[in-house]
């Protein structure tokens, strides 16, 4: 089971959103987080802007802050918040989403499609107004 989940938040979208509704779906461990025990620690970070090429140095940084703790880099799972990766409030689906998942299977991490989504997007869902995942 995973230790560490790492959410990828759209740096665009973080000017404005505070990244609270994912980290809250985490804690009361709802929606894509349901699996997860009660161990397992949460980070958010951005993509680090368009083209999102930027998050192949963050998670450099990462798995080189994994190797000095001593953890294993098997126990992290990376989910591309909502916003990334989905038609929403914010914003329409990162342009560059298989680019940024590409980088992630090169680094060696498993990635998950999504964090919180609210029930307003999930009825635009419902209706076809807004597209899924």
């Known amino acids: 089971m995973s230790k560490l989940i790492i959410v990828v938040q759209c740096h665009l979208v973080m000017n404005r959103c505070s990244g609270y509704n994912c980290m809250n779906a985490f804690y009361k461990r709802e929606g894509t987080f349901s699996a997860y025990g009660s161990d397992t620690r949460y980070m958010l970070i951005t993509c680090g802007g368009c083209c ?77 107004e807004y597209e899924s995942f």
């Open 52 to 128: 999102g090429a930027q998050l192949a140095a963050k998670f450099e940084d990462v798995t080189h802050h994994l190797r000095r703790s001593g953890e294993n880099k098997d126990d992290v799972v990376v989910h591309f918040a909502s916003c990334v990766c989905s038609d929403n409030y914010h914003r329409p689906p990162c342009p560059h989403l298989q680019y940024l998942k590409d980088i992630m299977v090169r680094k060696g991490y498993p990635v998950v499609l999504g964090s919180y989504i609210s029930k307003k997007t999930s009825g635009k869902r419902q209706t076809g």
